[in-house]
């Protein structure tokens, strides 16, 4: 496999004073380019691990896109877009001309006691849930390995469920799960919590989540589980839940119908 270590490379113009203190890690990037992961995904999940395990701490400052470019001999578009994923992931942040840094995150306390499940938000709204798994499978995803940030080969569980409001489906959902992470979420029967048990049977915390909403119109499949004549209102509810040492464990998009659910958040000061 040929690979492109950064001492390799001579044509690359020499800015040492251009560097930061995360020099030492950023010298070990390695792009493959015999592979058909792009770069920009490559050089994400290598910053992601080097987050993950230490050897880039909180504060530590990163080349500017132009300099790594140089640096590694791709263009800065790719850089741009590997460090603004990264951004979205809250792991990265910008300070004007203190450059690109690793974001500091607080320890936070487990999750499974703060993220609502579906049968809690129903309880609160006085109403019945019931859930039906519609499908359970262990596959590669190459669009998913990129959200995640893994190689195109690696192998995720994949659940679709769908949600029940007294009787009347209110949510599709499909969940996908790190099975490099978590190995043992490929034996779970989908009984119980499933925070639950990558806490107790994997081994994994759970120390925070991002969650974004945006407005949709139903798909073909959520148009026929909706039981809409035509495509409808939805909101989409994507959530990726990170582990102890800030690895995706979890991915979920939830399609809520928009003619009967109400989001609520309860916010304080």
């Known amino acids: ?27 070990s990037l390695r792009l493959d380019a015999t592979t ?15 987050i993950a395990t230490g050897e880039l701490p909180a504060g530590s400052n990163l080349p500017s896109e132009r300099v790594l470019a140089d640096l590694l ?29 690793v974001q500091a995150h607080s320890d936070a306390p487990d999750l499974a006691g703060k993220l609502k499940s ?13 859930t039906q798994l519609v499908s359970r499978e262990v596959l590669q995803d190459r669009v998913i390995a990129s959200i995640f940030g893994q190689p195109s080969a690696s192998s995720f569980l994949k659940l679709e469920w769908r949600h029940l409001a007294d009787g009347e489906p209110l949510a599709c959902e499909i969940a996908w799960y790190d099975l490099a992470l978590a190995p043992d979420m490929g034996l779970w029967d989908t009984q119980g919590s499933a925070f639950a048990h990558l ?3 994997c081994g994994v915390s759970l120390s925070s989540a991002v969650q974004t909403i945006e407005a949709v119109t139903s798909s073909k499949l959520e148009t026929h589980a909706f039981d ?6 939805c909101l989409l509810i994507k ?5 102890g040492d800030r690895k995706l464990v979890e991915y979920v998009e939830s399609t809520y119908r928009g003619d ?8 304080t000061p």
Do not use: W
């Open 1 to 27: 496999m040929k690979t492109l270590p950064l001492s390799d490379r001579s044509a690359a113009p020499s800015k040492p004073s251009a560097l930061t203190s995360a020099d030492g890690f950023m010298a």
């Open 36 to 50: 058909s992961e792009p770069y920009y995904q490559q050089l994400r999940r290598q910053i992601q691990n080097g």
């Open 73 to 101: 001999q791709i263009s800065r578009t790719t850089v741009k877009h590997c460090y603004n994923d990264l951004r979205k992931d809250q792991l990265l942040s910008t300070h004007g001309r203190g450059g690109t840094q």
């Open 118 to 130: 579906f049968a809690d938000e129903m309880q609160e709204q006085g109403r019945v849930a019931s």
């Open 199 to 201: 806490r107790s049977t």
């Open 228 to 233: 809409f004549s035509i495509p409808g209102p």
């Open 239 to 243: 959530r990726k839940t990170y582990s």
């Open 260 to 267: 009967t659910y109400a989001h609520r958040s309860h916010l």
